[in-house]
């Protein structure tokens, strides 16, 4: 679907790879994920038009959860195993928006790793972010269900055994 400056966010991102590299817009996602920050190119490349009026300090401005929300979002078409930590870290930002954009990019890749965090947010406050953790859990273990309350079943162990074709574990003692 094109976005409101003619293309697509995934076609903007990978236009940006091919100008840039995928290692520096994978580095940069990833520091601006993180709340470090990133050039304006990179930001607008991100969010097309929109990063203007972020960039000139309306609507939280630079600080604010958009750039982290953009920040995810790449993070759905370009990716490498190494920006998992934090993306796993992002599940735990003040804005629903950024877990609900870290659960996606969670399901997207099937990061492992963060099936505990993801598992936490299917009690989140916000709707989206419970609907977005639910389907990454789904991703993580392969359609078993809802993670963690009673039984507490999760974690890296838990999807090998399962992945595997074992038994879960059983919450009843």
Do not use: F, N, T
């Not at 003619?6 to 091919?18: F, Q």
């Not at 959860?65 to 920040?71: F, G």
């Not at 992002?90 to 609900?100: F, G, I, M, Q, Y």
């Not at 389907?135 to 162990?157: L, Q, S, T």
């Amino acid at each position: 679907m094109a976005g409101a400056w003619g293309i697509s966010p995934k076609e903007s991102i990978e236009a940006e790879c091919a100008r840039r590299g995928r290692a520096a817009v994978l580095a940069g996602c990833v520091a601006l994920l993180a709340g470090e920050g990133a050039d304006d190119d990179l930001v607008v490349a991100l969010a097309g038009p929109a990063a203007r009026q972020v960039l000139a300090g309306r609507e939280g401005g630079r600080d604010g959860y958009w750039p982290r929300v953009w920040a995810a979002r790449g993070l759905l078409y370009v990716w490498e195993p190494s920006a998992s930590a934090a993306v796993v870290a992002a599940l735990a930002d003040d804005s629903w928006r950024v877990r609900e954009l870290a659960a996606k990019v969670i399901r997207r890749h099937g990061v492992d790793e963060a099936l505990e965090g993801v598992a936490r947010l299917q009690q989140d406050p916000v709707a989206r972010v419970r609907a977005a953790a639910g389907r990454a859990v789904e991703a993580i273990v392969g359609g078993a269900g809802e993670v963690g309350g009673a039984g507490e079943v999760g974690g890296a162990g838990e999807v090998r055994a399962r992945r595997a074709g074992a038994r879960p574990r059983s919450g009843a003692g």
